[in-house]
């Protein structure tokens, strides 16, 4: 029998992992611009802990998490419940008022696969905790929106507001009744959402139920003076960053402890899942986690395999970083083995990218490695060579070739590329 990843699940090989390294790289360099600082996760957790976050009436709970039930300890399916389990436990709040985390790596849901969405996936994952600013939700979308801008990317930024405990109970009367007129014409699962959590209907993707809910009420025509007050100041930070979003009142999210600004980053290129990020604000999970109390917190997470889908469709939209050999060592005989495995390894001390066969195969065979590998100069060395301490150097691309000493200062003077004028603040 063939062995195979399982359905769901999926390697990323050479040639591909480049990719995701840039965008983890890139997304890097934005969030530390921003002033967070990563934090790294288990992927274990207690299942009570989504339980209790993400809510036991969502899908997530109900139907997708890999749970193992008889140690009662789930794969993580979203990132944000771990963090803040990991903010309160270790008293982070006591360090710094406002903490500016993120955190890149996989969650895990037992879902249908599909383009764009696995069962092992990977997120990066931002939160804000300790504010209640709307300058901060500003913020937080403006740099969501300045990463996709930087890789190259064009989305589009949809916001809502889903008001607070306070203003949320004359919304859900008018929902539910509106709801009770056409459940006939709603799927399976908008009738049992309808009991248990009536706004996901508002979300729903199946066609018959996105028509009937499109004269739905909205949340914003009920949100309380302070959420109102809160979501207008979000708009006009928006509009100082110059950051362009639209309104979408039908936007809910997934989980239930979403409070007051919800946003998604849209696009058009993934078919029917055109979601690559998404969050908003928690104003009252951490306390309900065991946490301070009147915490704030708000935050997003964007999946790496839908941006690097996006990535891999968009021509131009980055460069792969050369990670070729700068050298092959090609070593004839067991004497230059030896002492080309030492210079290689110098050479490697030394910061340069170097490549050789170990195997002790023929010349013409280990050409074809190098040519294969896309070494930019190849170094040969035989008995002869060894014996007169200079090696013959190859250049890939004209096939000129010199003799060079076999030390390793004289050789990373000949195959490092030199720093080209005004290039040397990038390197």
Not at 43 to 52: G, M, N
Not at 65 to 94: N, Q, W
Not at 130 to 137: I, R, Y
């Amino acid at each position: 029998m063939k062995l195979k990843a399982l359905n769901g699940f999926k390697d990323i090989l050479p040639g591909e992992v480049e990719l995701w390294q840039h965008v983890e790289t890139r997304a890097r360099g934005v969030f530390t611009r921003f002033d967070f600082s990563e934090i790294r996760l288990p992927v274990l957790e207690s299942t009570e802990l989504f339980a209790r976050s993400i809510g036991e009436t969502t899908d997530i709970v109900e139907k997708e998490m890999y749970t193992f039930v008889d140690k009662k300890v789930t794969m993580r399916p979203e990132a944000t419940a771990s963090l803040l389990r990991a903010y309160i436990e270790h008293g982070l709040y006591v360090q710094r008022p406002v903490q500016r985390l993120f955190t890149i790596g996989p969650m895990f849901r037992h879902e249908r696969p599909q383009k764009g969405r696995l069962r092992q996936f990977h997120q990066m994952d931002v939160e804000v905790l300790g504010s209640l600013s709307p300058l901060v939700d500003a913020e937080l979308m403006a740099m969501g929106s300045m990463l996709l801008q930087e890789l190259g990317l064009q989305v589009s930024l949809e916001i809502n507001s889903l008001g607070c405990p306070q203003c949320r109970p004359g919304f859900r009367t008018e929902l539910l009744n509106f709801l009770a007129e056409r459940m006939e014409h709603l799927c399976d699962d908008c009738k049992r959402r309808s009991a248990t959590n009536p706004l996901r209907v508002l979300d729903c993707k199946n066609p018959g139920c996105r028509h009937q809910v499109l004269t739905a009420p909205s949340i914003l025509d009920h949100l309380c003076s302070a959420c109102a007050d809160h979501f207008a100041a979000v708009q006009k930070g928006m509009e100082r960053l110059q950051v362009p979003y639209t309104l979408n009142r039908f936007m809910v999210r997934g989980l239930d402890y979403y409070t007051r600004t919800t946003f998604e980053f849209i696009t058009t290129d993934l078919g029917a899942q055109a979601a690559v990020g998404a969050g908003g604000r928690y104003d009252g999970l951490i306390e309900q986690l065991g946490g301070p109390k009147d915490t704030p917190g708000i935050g997003f997470a964007m999946g790496m395999e839908r941006l690097v889908l996006l990535l891999q469709q968009k021509q131009g939209a980055w460069q792969e970083e050369n990670t070729a050999p700068q050298l092959f060592i090609i070593a004839l005989g067991g004497e230059a083995m030896q002492s080309c495995h030492q210079l290689a390894h110098a050479m490697r001390r030394g910061g340069l990218r170097v490549a050789m066969d170990l195997e002790g195969r023929s010349l013409k065979s280990q050409m074809k490695q190098a040519d294969r590998s896309g070494a930019t100069w190849v170094l040969i060395v035989g008995d002869d060579e060894l014996n007169n301490g200079q090696g013959v150097l190859r250049n890939m691309q004209t096939q000129e070739q010199r003799r060079v000493a076999l030390a390793a200062e004289a050789l990373a003077a000949v195959v490092t590329p030199p720093i080209q004028p005004g290039n040397a603040a990038d390197r």
